[in-house]
C-alpha cells in the first residue's frame, strides 16, 4: 500500500493505493496533484485569476463558461432542485461573509437567478454569485478516484480533508473509517467500515468564523435547528457532501434510496 | 488501522482496535458504487485516451509532466462525463422520485 500526502483545498490530502509498482504509484499521486490543484485554482472564490472569480466579478450578465464550468455548474443547479434549494451554490455564494442587509440580499441568492445553456451562463441580475465551496471537493475526490480506476488501481483511498472515497480493501479488510465527536476532537463516535462507496460529514463545529464574539458557521443555514453533524454514505463523494450540506441545512428532507445517514449528531 | 473523517481542515490518523469495533453493517448495496459498470467504463476510455500516447499495455509509462499535458483536455471532459454518468446511474437505479429533475446531460 503506497500512501502519498498533499495540501489541497487549504486542506490536508492523502491517497492510500494498492500497486506493485511504485514509479506508477508515484505518476497516479502526481496526476491526482495537478488535477486538485487546477480544480482548486479555477474555482476559488477568492483567486483573482479564477474563472470563477471572474464570472462572479462580471460586468455583463451573459457570459460564456468553459465546459468544465458549465458541466459543475449542471450539477449544482441539479442538487439545488433534488433538495429543495437546502443545497445552493448561489445562496453561498451571494451570502457569504454576508452578516448584514439579509432581507435585502436573499431574493438574489438563488440559483433560479442563473441558467446554463451551453456554455452561456446567463444571470438574472448583477449581484448572484456562486460558490462552489461545498461542491469541489468533493468531485476532486470524485475524479482523483475516476483516475485511479482508469490506471487499473483496484484498492484506494482519497481523503481530501475527511471527504473520503474508497474502492476494494486496505490489506484485505474493509477500510475502516472513524467519525470524530464534534465535542471531543480526540474521540470517535463511530467507526464504520466503507466498502466501494464514499463518506462526508458536514458540521458546523469545525469550520467557523469568528466575529465580534459571535460564532458563523461554514454553512449557511436561514432557519435554525439542532443538529450539529451528519455523516452520509453514497456511491460518489459529490451525493455524500451535497446531501449531508443540505441535511445540516434542512434535516426533513427525503433521501433518495441510494442515501444513507450513518452518523448524526444533535 | 483507521483513516478519520473529520470536517475540519486538519486531522489526524488514529490507531485503534478496529478489528473489534461495534460495526452494524451500516453498508447497504444501494449505498455502493455500480463498480462493475463503472470500471468496464473506465477500461474503454482508458484504452482511447490514456494508453494511448505510450504504446506500453497495462501501466501508465509516460513522465507525470508528459502525462498531464497530453492528455488533460481529453480526460478532464471525459472525467466529468464519467462521473455524470455514474452519478445519474445512482439516481435511476435507486427510483428517485426526483427524476424529473435529472436533466444532466452525461
Known sequence: MYTHKFEAFTTLCELQLESDCELSANILADDILFHAKRLETNYSY?????ELYQINHRDQNSLHVSDEFAGLLQLALFYSEITNGA???????????????????????????????????????????IDFGGLVKEYAVDQSMLILQLAGITSALVNFGGDIAVI???????WSIGIQDPLNEHENIEIIKLEASSLCTSGHSKRYKE?????????ITLEKNDL???SIIAPTTID?????????????????NHIKIVSKVL | MTINNTTQASYTRVNTQSQNTSSANTQQVATTRDTASFS???????QEHVHSQSGASGTWSQSPAQSTQQ????????????????ILSAYSNSGSQNSKSMNLTA
Open chain 1, 87 to 129: 443545497f445552493d451554490v448561489a445562496m453561498a455564494g451571494t451570502l457569504k461573509d454576508k452578516r448584514e442587509n439579509y432581507e435585502v440580499i436573499i431574493p438574489f441568492a438563488s440559483s433560479a437567478c442563473m441558467k446554463i445553456d451551453g456554455n452561456i451562463l446567463t444571470f438574472s441580475n448583477s449581484i448572484t454569485k
Open chain 2, 71 to 86: 492528455n488533460t483536455q481529453a480526460s478532464t471532459t471525459d472525467l466529468q462525463s464519467l462521473l455524470m454518468k455514474s
Open chain 1, 211 to 219: 466575529i465580534d464574539g459571535k460564532r458563523f458557521s461554514h454553512i
Open chain 2, 40 to 46: 468496464e467504463a473506465a477500461k474503454q476510455l482508458a
Open chain 1, 168 to 174: 476494494g480493501t486496505c490489506e484485505g479488510e474493509k
Open chain 1, 228 to 230: 450539529k453533524q451528519i
Open chain 1, 46 to 50: 477568492f483567486n483573482e485569476n479564477s
Open chain 1, 240 to 256: 455524500a457532501g451535497v446531501w449531508s450540506t443540505a441535511l445540516l441545512a434542512n434535516p426533513e428532507l427525503q433521501l433518495p
